[in-house]
């Protein structure tokens, strides 16, 4: 479930989900309540993000449907610049980068960027990702993976896009992308063995894994 944790510390925690229209929220991230969206409709919500003072959701399923909202709590519809299916959105310090996993039919609109989340520009990451999975950012660069394909990329803008070299081998962040104190952590799982890795990166150059837990 992708959560924004906010730069502001007296900003509510929201969370998105894919079962229904609705957000969960917190004040604390402890006690957590059901918000129903009562403007914009989807349902399947992919990735939120903050940037000081608005939340921007981003949508699934093929969609141009997004949302915003100041406290968690009161949702506006907005219109992402493309009918997609918007897997992840992050926000690097200046602006918000929303991918999508459209890319092998529409490569430069695999990105898009925006100030506020209402007015939106196209990036193009052509050949460097197939299907962008997820994102983040570490406060100045943004880190795209593509889970099915195993390829991760970075870009400052979200404009322009360098292909990362990953290793061909788990681990790998099956399951997407965090960051936090400039530091990038992914995780992944073996399903077989019901086991799950943390790998950590400063720089999205080398990765360091930590050990194979049991949950």
Known sequence: TPTAYPLDPVQPIVSCGNSTNRVWYSADGITWVFQALSGPSNSVWNGIAWNGSNF???????????????????????????TKNWTGIAYNGSVFCAVNDN?????????????????????????????????????????????VNRQTATSPSGLVWTPKTYI?????????LGSGGGVFVGFWRNALAGTFKAITSTDTNTWTAGPELTP
């Open 56 to 82: 921007c959701m981003v949508g699934g399923t093929v969609t141009s449907v997004g949302a915003t909202s100041t406290d968690g709590l009161a949702w506006s519809s907005i219109t992402m610049p493309a």
């Open 103 to 147: 890319n092998v039919v529409t490569p430069t609109q695999s990105a898009a960027v925006s100030a506020i989340g209402s007015s939106w520009t196209f990036g193009d990451m052509g050949s460097v990702m197939a299907r962008p999975t997820g994102i983040v950012a570490n406060g100045s660069l943004f880190c795209a993976v593509d889970t």
């Open 168 to 176: 061909s081998t788990d681990p790998f962040p099956s399951h997407g």
